[in-house]
T-cell receptor
Framework: QQQVKQSPQSLIVQKGGIPIINCAYE??????FPWYQQFPGKGPALLIA?????SEKKEGRFTISFNKSAKQFSLHIMDSQPGDSATYFC?????????????FGQGTTLQVKP | NAGVTQTPKFRILKIGQSMTLQCTQD?????MYWYRQDPGMGLKLIYY???????DKGEVPNGYNVSRSTTEDFPLRLELAAPSQTSVYFC???????????FGEGSRLTVL
């Protein structure tokens, strides 16, 4: 129940393509869903996050789509660029808890070809 | 503003040795976490702390210990290192207003 399942494990797209990364969760108590971006040799950094009271959130070229009934959420990267090549992690937590623990998905390695 | 600083960046240990991974943050965050990252496995929570003097186990605590004597520091202790502890370790602190985690750059540990 505490798992977050992420797919695909890896993804290759051409520049300008729209990679989509999907995540699914079981615990309906989760109420905070961030995406983290990690470049080689660096720690993950927050990219964008959503709470379940909205179905979509956009920040620049990055969009989260959230389907509460299906317990799924996804990251779309519009007009992808070679600089977007990185590992992406979805995560979930119970914001109302007093620990702030994030449960991470397995990660998706994205390569954007020039 | 340094954020979260981890040392060392790289370390090779022999089986049975012990060591401490250091983590310091300068953002006055109460919440701090230790994760390990293994290929294809994502990030797994080892231990966390909600404030000075308070720590608790995460998903994979076996073989590790932590302490939190100050708000700034959250060291991770490995006792009797085993090959299964070969991993990249990340320390993070959390902004309790936004929920955002700030990660260090990681410590790559190899146990031979």
């Amino acid at each position: 129940q505490q798992q977050v399942k992420q797919s695909p494990q890896s993804l290759i797209v051409q520049k300008g393509g729209i990679p989509i990364i999907n995540c699914a969760y079981e615990n309906t108590a989760f109420d905070y869903f961030p995406w983290y971006q990690q470049f080689p040799g660096k720690g993950p950094a927050l990219l964008i996050a959503i709470r379940p009271d909205v179905s979509e959130k956009k920040e620049g070229r990055f969009t989260i789509s959230f389907n509460k009934s299906a317990k799924q959420f996804s990251l779309h990267i519009m007009d992808s660029q070679p600089g977007d090549s990185a590992t992406y992690f979805c995560a979930a937590s119970m914001g109302s808890s007093n620990t702030g623990k994030l449960i991470f998905g397995q990660g998706t390695t994205l390569q954007v070809k020039p | 503003n340094a954020g979260v600083t981890q040392t060392p960046k790289f370390r090779i240990l022999k089986i049975g040795q012990s060591m401490t991974l250091q983590c310091t943050q300068d953002m006055n965050h109460n919440y701090m976490y230790w994760y390990r990252q293994d290929p294809g496995m994502g990030l797994k929570l080892i231990y966390y702390s909600v404030g000075a003097g308070i720590t608790d186990k995460g998903e994979v605590p076996n073989g590790y210990n932590v302490s939190r004597s100050t708000t700034e520091d959250f060291p991770l202790r490995l006792e009797l290192a085993a090959p299964s502890q070969t991993s990249v370790y990340f320390c993070a602190s959390r902004d309790s207003n936004t929920g955002e985690l700030f990660f260090g750059e990681g410590s790559r540990l190899t146990v031979l």
